[in-house]
T-cell receptor, first 115, second 113 residues
Framework: NAGVMQNPRHLVRRRGQEARLRCSPM?????VYWYRQLPEEGLKFMVY????????ESGMPKERFSAEFPKEGPSILRIQQVVRGDSAAYFC?????????????FGNGTRLTVT | GESVGLHLPTLSVQEGDNSIINCAYS??????FIWYKQESGKGPQFIID?????DKRQGQRVTVLLNKTVKHLSLQIAATQPGDSAVYFC????????????FGSGTRLLVRP
């Protein structure tokens, strides 16, 4: 009964490279949420996706960041031309349907370090 | 392992004592609140939640209190154990953006043996 799975657990990229973070939701879940945690801070909402649809990306930086959740396969958070300020832990959560007043359950995150 | 929040407020308690972690929330329209526990190198783990029509809810060894008048939330942990050492976050959301959790800045709980 696996929970939300994220990989890689740790990712190191040089400035200017691309980072791809993967999230496999819990079995049967079709809604995915990405959050970012900067050092010494709580998590901040980035984007909410359903299969093949972006529902709300209001928390995503306008440039260099994109997310997708294809019909098959994991959800991908993509960061192009990474900068040092992108260094953070990125967490994914999933739910079976529209989320309302029920707790999100998170994966163990991907820790991105930009050198 | 990685440390989360090196400069977070810290609460140090003796093993076996009760712990109280406090959180002030900002939005009077928030109607659902959650406490999460985050251990080093891991994602936030759900502990307990409470809706705005309640002022108290109890779980196993944990109690959440909600004071809407002063927009204050607290987490009480009874008989604190070494395994309770972690960073604790409160989170809130409002009805019209129910999937956007707004996290507080966190409190580090250290349990002394």
């Amino acid at each position: 009964n696996a929970g939300v799975m994220q990989n890689p657990r740790h990712l190191v990229r040089r400035r200017g490279q691309e980072a791809r973070l993967r999230c496999s939701p819990m079995k049967g879940h079709s809604h995915v949420y990405w959050y970012r945690q900067l050092p010494e801070e709580g998590l901040k909402f980035m984007v909410y996706l359903q299969k093949e649809n972006i529902i709300d990306e209001s928390g995503m930086p306008k440039e260099r960041f994109s997310a997708e959740f294809p019909k098959e396969g994991p959800s991908i958070l993509r960061i192009q031309q990474v900068v040092r300020g992108d260094s953070a832990a990125y967490f994914c959560a999933s739910s079976p349907g529209g989320y309302y007043n029920s707790p999100l359950h998170f994966g163990n995150g991907t820790r991105l370090t930009v050198t | 392992g990685e440390s989360v929040g090196l400069h977070l407020p810290t609460l140090s308690v003796q093993e076996g004592d009760n712990s109280i972690i406090n959180c002030a929330y900002s939005n009077s329209a928030s109607d659902y609140f959650i406490w999460y526990k985050q251990e080093s190198g891991k994602g936030p783990q759900f502990i307990i939640d409470i809706r705005s029509n309640m002022d108290k809810r109890q779980g196993q060894r944990v109690t959440v209190l909600l004071n809407k008048t002063v927009k204050h939330l607290s987490l009480q942990i009874a008989a604190t154990q070494p395994g309770d050492s972690a960073v604790y976050f409160c989170a809130e959301n409002i009805e019209d953006s129910s999937y956007k959790l707004i996290f507080g800045s966190g409190t580090r709980l250290l349990v002394r043996p």
